[in-house]
């Protein structure tokens, strides 16, 4: 994976939630966002902003426990959380690579699909930087550069 935009700096959490606002008009079905980063670095947090900023009204709920929150808006919308998993046949049998095909995915805890991370993903790396946070975009698909250019 490549870096395809210099690290953002997210300083409190009104720069997470004005980033998701960003991300939102660039994201459609097909898309995947792998979230990742230690416990506390802002992937749920980021996640549900994204969520509202594509226009889900209804509480978003974090998935830690469910394993993955479906949301309706424009189009549909899947949030994992694969922390419990133990293996990643077990992400496959939650529909995921079928979600990815088809909904706008964030997934946190990517690690934990192995083989079956998807190669067009964007994945979020988020990072505790001092009191605030980082977040590092990465791919190995060139077209996310093109599409975050503007961000």
Known sequence: MRQVHAPIPLPDPDATDALARRFAPLL???DVLLLEGQIGA???HFARALIRALGVTEDVPSPTFTLV???EADF???HADLYRL???DEAIELGLAEAFETALCLVEWPEKLG???PK???TLRFSLIGEGREVVCLS???EWETRLAGL
């Open 120 to 122: 067009q993903a964007l």
């Open 76 to 78: 549909e919308i899947w």
């Open 140 to 142: 190995e698909n060139n």
């Open 28 to 30: 459609g079905p097909g």
């Open 69 to 71: 929150q479906t949301y």
């Open 42 to 44: 802002g992937k749920t």
């Open 86 to 88: 133990s293996h990643p």
């Open 115 to 117: 083989e079956d991370r």
